[in-house]
């Protein structure tokens, strides 16, 4: 049984820094790629950020792509998510998800199969 659990959450100020950690367990992690998603108050899920099995490549959405960094470290079973400058519309709860393939598929957010509860990110203005 996979189980996916996000650490990291809280209240920054805007301009602010967080990093996030994935946990898995239930399977070999260093096999499936992962990603993260985030859901704002009021809005659909939306995809944040992927990485592959190895790491070997990522993929960002345009509204994180040079603030947002995205990591693995195989050897711990952990997925990381650095966010940096941060804006008050980066305020979500942020979910990790473990896709059913290696490597990113051409729509990174693709593909995903099993989900975390999540993590509050609540940046202040």
């Known amino acids: 049984q996979v189980q996916l659990v996000e650490s990291g959450g809280g209240l920054v100020q805007a301009g602010g820094s967080l990093r996030l950690s994935c946990a898995a367990s239930g399977r070999t992690f260093s096999a499936y790629a992962m990603g993260w998603f985030r859901q704002a108050p009021g809005k659909e899920r939306e995809f944040v950020s992927a990485i592959s099995w190895n790491g070997g490549s990522t993929s960002y959405a345009d509204s994180v792509k040079g603030r947002f960094t995205i990591s693995r470290d195989n050897a711990k079973n952990t997925m990381y998510l650095q966010m940096n400058s941060l804006k008050p519309e980066d305020t979500a709860v942020y979910y990790c998800?473990?896709?059913?393939?290696?490597?990113?598929?051409?729509?990174?957010?693709?593909?995903?199969?099993?989900w975390g509860k999540g993590t509050l990110v609540t940046v202040s203005s």
């Open positions: 998800a473990q896709s059913r393939y290696r490597t990113l598929l051409p729509r990174a957010g693709d593909g995903m199969e099993y």
